[in-house]
């Protein structure tokens, strides 16, 4: 059952529950069509893989999902990806596009798995989230400057923005007017109906519970209205681009040739895969963990990650594109009322049915409505109000933050991304190697010892108390031995320094070396070293070292008792100035 969460679903399953999901599978599948064929053109891809897309995924994370409320298929970050991996080896509608984009999904499944498996779900946490806005938000910007074309009716190249806005710029006298008509429409009304909708059902006297989801549900009757007007006015002869016939189409086994198979083929795809499975999987884990909170329910990474992997590469196989648990089909499913994974089920039979039935119906419907519908969608991920927060909070957070942002706009979502967990990377061990040691003194009338910066304290001369906030590790050993030779050197009273390490959590092979050294210098200009209230797992591995039996001083349990034991004349206040909160 820790393999197949379905079998505990289905053990349970009723006939109210099985309701609840058939109701919330029609509301998903109804905003899905038009939305999966905007992906489809997002992804380079023929608009019938969109809606291929959702089918066997869904059926593939219904089988192995944790989530009651994650609803599986192409999403607008990850369709962007696989546009701009796959267009940077083969042009847009080639043999060679469609078996890279296949590769993706593929590759993209395979490593999920693999995570998964071993149980490495842990490893999505270096995608800080700082990096992840930045990401996100230059993404979306990129999405949205991509479908600007489309708008306009013009052609204008470009996968980053210094590439496209030149383009855009230069196309912009030849746009097409009717066309632009439809465009700013479409993105007209859809802005209304996401600012307004809810609230004017509202005030019509809908619960409010109703009045959201059918708001989210609004958009597919702007396309609809769209698709009529386009039809009725017969906007094709007009020299708008239309969707046009959408082959009814259902999955079917797909598999690349034996001449897509070769190493040069595959290997540019490797990185863009594995960067496609990382922001998959957190982009599904954190829309699914916040979902499951709300009923107090319990998400498995790990078993996430299984369940992405199998529903990536059963898109592979179907003939879709790489797919994840995407933000706002997510909420409405759980909105609309689904209780278990096999809502996912009933969503891809209806899926299924469109596919097969319903497509004829899409094809007078304007690309340019299409390209308005993500243009609205993407900017709401957009979170401006996240960069100043992050500015008042973490410069070197902000740092990450907008250098992902920038690389992304300039260099694309690879490079982007990449870059923006080295640069996390990188100032995380740069913050690691300079950790915050304070001095520290008494709390008159007690028994605890606080920074002498902040508070006011009683310290004594011959006795210099420090306190390390960090684990000791090779990053950080030699700023702590120049730290503390820098402050004996300047107090020439202290007989005796006291490492507090209340907050060391390791003290690695490294640090250990840097101990032994501190002590041998200290000892050489007569002064003792000590150590006090070092934790059990740490002291457990300094018993296994020399350093115990070479420490001149002693090892306290407190740092009270190794200060008494150390003092013989009285203390010095010391005042903070203004008192601070904090340590």
């Known amino acids: 059952m820790r393999w197949l969460p379905i079998l505990t679903t289905v053990r349970h399953y009723r006939r109210e529950t099985a309701t609840a999901d058939a109701v919330a599978a029609a509301v998903v599948a109804l905003m899905l ?10 992804a380079g891809m023929p608009p019938e893989a969109g809606l291929i897309a959702n089918i066997a995924p869904l059926v593939a994370y219904a089988l192995l999902g944790t989530s009651s409320a994650l609803a599986v298929g192409p999403a607008a970050v990850t369709s962007l990806m696989t546009g701009a991996a796959a267009g940077a080896l083969h042009a847009s509608g080639s043999p060679g596009y469609a078996w890279a984009v296949w590769w993706l999904a593929l590759l993209a499944g395979l490593f999920s798995l693999l995570l998964g498996v071993l149980r490495l779900g842990a490893l999505a946490q270096w995608l800080s989230h700082p990096v992840l806005h930045g990401f996100v938000a230059a993404s979306a910007i990129l999405i949205a400057a991509s479908q600007l074309r489309h708008l306009l009716g013009v052609e204008a190249a470009g996968t980053v923005l210094p590439d496209l ?57 702007v396309l609809a209205a769209a698709t009529a007007a386009s039809a009725w006015g017969d906007a094709a002869a007009h020299g708008v681009r239309v969707v046009g016939t959408v082959p009814a189409a259902l999955p079917s086994w797909t598999w690349a040739p034996a001449e897509a198979w070769r190493w040069e083929m595959v290997q540019p795809l490797l990185l863009p895969a594995l960067l496609l499975a990382l922001v998959g999987f957190v982009e599904s884990v954190s829309v699914g963990q916040s979902l499951a909170a709300r009923r107090r329910e319990r998400l498995d990474p790990d078993a996430e990650l299984r369940a992405l992997g199998a529903a990536n590469v059963a898109a592979a196989c179907s ?34 049915l469109a596919a097969w039935q319903l497509t004829p119906l899409l094809a007078p419907l304007p690309q340019a409505a299409l390209a308005a519908t993500i243009v609205v969608a993407v900017l709401g991920l957009v979170d401006a109000p996240a960069f100043a927060r992050v500015w008042r909070y973490s410069r070197s957070d902000f740092t990450a933050m907008v250098l992902t942002l920038l690389l992304t706009l300039t260099a694309g979502v690879e490079t982007g991304l990449a870059g923006g967990v080295l640069t996390s990377v990188a100032l995380l061990l740069w913050r690691h190697s300079r950790p915050h040691i304070a001095v520290v003194g008494r709390v008159p009338g007690t ?52 490492l507090q390490c209340s907050a060391v959590n390791d ?77």
């Open 447 to 498: 028994e605890h010892f606080r920074n002498v910066r902040r508070h006011r304290v009683q310290t004594w001369p011959q006795v210099l108390s420090l306190r390390i906030d960090e684990s000791l590790t090779f990053a950080n050993a030699r700023f702590l031995e120049d730290w503390i030779a820098a402050a004996v050197a300047a107090q020439p009273a202290v007989r005796h320094v006291v």
């Open 319 to 352: 003939g879709g594109f790489p797919v994840t648990g995407g933000f706002a089909r997510s909420v409405v499913n759980y909105e609309a009322g689904a209780r278990t994974p096999l809502a996912g089920l009933w969503t891809a039979a209806a899926l299924a």
């Open 33 to 42: 069509i038009p939305q999966s064929l905007a992906y489809a053109l997002l």
């Open 507 to 583: 003290i690695d092979a490294s640090a250990l070396e840097s101990l032994l050294t501190i002590e041998e210098r200290l000892a050489a200009a007569g002064v003792t070293l000590h150590l006090s209230e070092v934790k059990g797992p740490v002291m457990d591995r300094l018993q296994r070292s020399e350093l115990p039996q070479r420490l001149a001083g002693r090892i306290h349990l407190t740092h009270h008792q190794a200060v008494q034991a150390l003092t013989d004349c009285p203390a010095q206040d010391v005042s903070g100035g203004a008192e601070r909160t904090g340590e």
């Open 165 to 221: 806005l030149p383009a855009l710029v230069r196309a912009l006298p030849d746009a097409h007017a009717p066309t632009l008509a439809f465009g700013l429409a479409t993105l007209a009304a859809l802005w209304l109906a996401r600012r307004h909708a809810a609230a004017l059902l509202r005030r019509a006297g809908w619960p409010a519970a109703r009045a959201a989801l059918a708001a989210k549900v609004a958009p597919v009757l």
